[in-house]
Each structure stands twice: as C-alpha cells, then as structure tokens.
T-cell receptor, first 111, second 116 residues
Framework: GNSVTQMEGPVTLSEEAFLTINCTYT??????LFWYVQYPGEGLQLLLK?????DKGSNKGFEATYRKETTSFHLEKGSVQVSDSAVYFC??????????FGAGTTVTVRA | GAVVSQHPSRVICKSGTSVKIECRSL??????MFWYRQFPKQSLMLMAT?????????EQGVEKDKFLINHASLTLSTLTVTSAHPEDSSFYIC????????????FGPGTRLTVL
C-alpha cells in the first residue's frame, strides 16, 4: 500500500535559517504529492502540491520538487520566520483521492 | 475561498452517550468529504469517506456502527460517535474535496472530543 515517511522532529531553527524537511513515499503508481501545514490551534492548510514527476510546487517561499527517481518530495525554505513555526505534513493521493499522511514534523523558529 | 467549518470545536461527554460532530463546506459544494482521527503528536488516520447521498466507505478497522456518518447535503456531513468511551477521546478532523474532479482536500479546524 501507499505510505509516506518524513523526518522526525522536532526541528528548532533560528530566524533566517534554511529549512529542509525530508519526505519519501511508497506508491504503486503515480501519486500526487502534497505538503500541508498546521499552525498552532488551527486546521490543516494546503501549502503546496505537485502532480507529476519533476513538477515543483511553491508557496509562501516554500518549495518542493517531485522526484520520481528517488521517490521524494522534500520541503525547503531559504529563510524561515517565526511565523513559520508549525507542524508540517507530507502526504500523497493516488487514484481514489484518499490522502496518506506522514507523521508530521514540528518546526519551531526562534527570533 | 474553500472554507470548511466544524462544530463543536470541543466537546466533553460522559461515557455511554452519543456525540454528533458537524462538518460544513461554507463557500462550495462537496460531493466527497473525509473524516480523520488524530492522536496526540501523531499523524491523521483516515476513518471514512463520506459521499453525498450514499453510504460512507469505512477504512479497515473502523467500526461503522460506532462511527455513524451521514452526508445528507452537498455542504454538510456529520459524524456521530455512538456510546462513546474514554478510548474514543481524540481529535476528529473533516475535510472536503474540491473542486469535484480535484485531488485537493480542504480541512476543517477539528473537534476535540473528551469522554469521561
């Protein structure tokens, strides 16, 4: 079956640092890949997505590239802010529109 | 756009009672909604897929008689936890797929259920 593995947290960074959260997946076909973000006290929000190999999703300074050869979708941001503190979930969807989530990575950015 | 609400945000109930949680799409119509359960510091686990006008599809291991799902309109799905017990205490989250041909889901803010 489908599964998503993302790096364990928590991750603590200083403002303006570079952030990378690794995500790899297992799927039988060609899934769509997502990053969702959950800010404290709020619901999940779609951060970005990519639907096919080599696609790059981007939003709010975050980027992730769909790498079929390495089955990865790593999330990156060049300069984080305190407001980026949240839990980040990698997820995939294949065929039946069901989402399979990774365990989530808690990111804390300190001023 | 694409806002999903849930009500209530928090509920505390006694063991043996039933609790209903509502999930509404506020500015769009959703033929498909999903219900998830999230344990502390863990990921979301899909419980069931709710389709407007038809029976819900439950994931393996989820008791359909305990977690009743009704999707009576294109903007409302409800989850009823029947005869709740302390082990049912959790964070329940719904989402709605939109547009209808898309694989993107929009999530509600979640409902914290505590069973005493």
């Amino acid at each position: 079956g489908n599964s998503v593995t993302q790096m364990e947290g928590p991750v603590t960074l200083s403002e303006e640092a570079f952030l990378t959260i690794n995500c790899t997946y297992t799927a039988t076909g060609y899934p769509s890949l997502f990053w969702y973000v959950q800010y404290p006290g709020e619901g999940l929000q779609l951060l970005l997505k990519a639907t096919k190999a080599d696609d790059k999703g981007s939003n709010k300074g975050f980027e992730a590239t769909y790498r079929k050869e390495t089955t990865s979708f790593h999330l990156e941001k060049g300069s984080v802010q305190v407001s980026d503190s949240a839990v980040y979930f990698c997820a995939l969807s294949e065929g039946d529109y069901k989402l399979s989530f990774g365990a989530g990575t808690t990111v804390t950015v300190r001023a | 756009g694409a806002v999903v609400s849930q009500h209530p945000s928090r509920v505390i109930c006694k063991s043996g009672t039933s609790v209903k949680i509502e999930c509404r799409s506020l500015d769009f119509q959703a033929t498909t909604m999903f219900w998830y359960r999230q344990f502390p510091k863990q990921s979301l686990m899909l419980m069931a897929t709710s389709n407007e006008g038809s029976k819900a599809t439950y994931e393996q291991g989820v008791e359909k008689d305990k977690f009743l799902i009704n999707h009576a309109s294109l903007t409302l799905s409800t989850l009823t936890v029947t005869s709740a017990h302390p082990e049912d205490s959790s964070f329940y989250i719904c989402s709605a797929r939109w547009p209808s041909g898309s694989d993107t889901q929009y999530f509600g803010p979640g409902t914290r259920l505590t069973v005493l």
